[in-house]
Structure formats: structure tokens, C-alpha cells
């Protein structure tokens, strides 16, 4: 299995986060699972990536021209993919991967798991989306959702194929277990 990890290229103000990101790294080596990510060697992303190979796993990085040419890639990883754009960043992520999971980040984080959980809805992928809620992160996320459905702008359906949990094996078995709901159209 492999899983796209969109989080903070920053670490954050506190410690919870690295220290969770670098066990959900180990997790992931442990259990035979493949990281795809951003391809970073800063903040969340780097420690991700690091620990699952420091782990013995594999580690699959997708990034940008511009980021690249900054000196922010990770050479230290199975592979590194260099893209144009943000664009086919995402699409190749996408494409790599069989779930999407949102750790703590920030506008790009968001917009990364957005975009993939908009696919899902409309029946361009079926593959499971987390939101990896460490230390409650996501949860004024998750009250919003709940006003759009409140308000008539999102189904229930749709808040309800998401994956919410800050526990991996919990996470992996909703992942196994995983089933996309009817299409929109």
C-alpha cells in the first residue's frame, strides 16, 4: 500500500506533531507501507520521510521545479520526482498513491486533501481520505463541515467517507476496510 502524506512543510509550536509524524513514519515502515509525499527535507515533511527510511521503508517524493531549485528537496529518499508545477505535484501524487491522509499543515495541506476528497466525491477516484487529527488539530475543520451540511452546501454522505482519527492502527484498519459511497451523479 502506498499513502500520500500532505502536511506542514514547518514543524509547528509544539512537539506533539514531529514526534507523531516520526512514529506515523515508523508505522508506516513497519507495516509495508509506501510514503508518498511532497518531497521535502523541511519541517513535518522531512521528518516523515526520514523516519520511514530510517526505519527501512520506501519513500517516494514528488516535487516542484521552483522548490527544488531552493534547495528543499530530499535527496536522502528512495525517489525524488521533479515536476513543473504544483499541479502535476498533485496529479502525480494522486496517481501514486491508494489513500490520502492530512496531518497538520497549513493552506497547502488543506487545499491538497481538499482537492482529493473533491475527486472522491465526484467519483474521479475511489480511494479513502484521513484527516490525521493529532492533538484535535482538525477539529474547528470538522465543525465546519458539519455547519456546511447545516447549511445545505455538503451531504452527510460525503463528511461521513471521511477518515477522522489521531490513532494509526485504527487508520489502517478503516483503510482496509474502506468502501467509496455512491457517485454524486
Known sequence: MRIAVFCGSGAGNDEKYINEIKSLGE?????????????GKVGLMGAIADSVMQNGGKVYGVIPEKLEEK???HTGITK???????????AEM?????????????????EEIFE????????????????????GYYNSL??????????G???????????????????LKALKEYKAPTQKW
Not at 80 to 90: D, F, I, S, T, W
Not at 116 to 135: D, E, I, M, R, S
Request: charged share 25%; hydrophobic share 45%; glycine share 6%.
Open 116 to 135: 482529493v476528497w473533491t475527486w472522491a466525491q465526484l467519483g474521479f477516484h475511489n480511494k479513502p481520505c484521513v484527516f490525521y487529527n493529532t492533538n
Open 80 to 90: 525524488l520526482k521533479v515536476v513543473k508545477n504544483m499541479h502535476e505535484r498533485k
Open 153 to 171: 452546501f455538503l451531504k452527510q454522505q460525503y463528511v461521513d467517507m471521511l477518515i477522522k482519527t489521531d490513532d494509526k492502527e485504527t487508520m
Open 142 to 151: 470538522f465543525d465546519m463541515m458539519d455547519n456546511m451540511v447545516k447549511e
Open 27 to 39: 508505522f508506516f515502515a513497519k507495516n509495508n507501507i509506501e510514503l508518498v509525499y511532497g518531497g
Open 71 to 73: 534547495e528543499l528537496s
Open 94 to 110: 494522486a496517481a501514486n498513491a491508494d489513500a490520502f491522509v492530512a496531518f497538520a499543515g497549513g493552506a497547502g495541506t488543506l
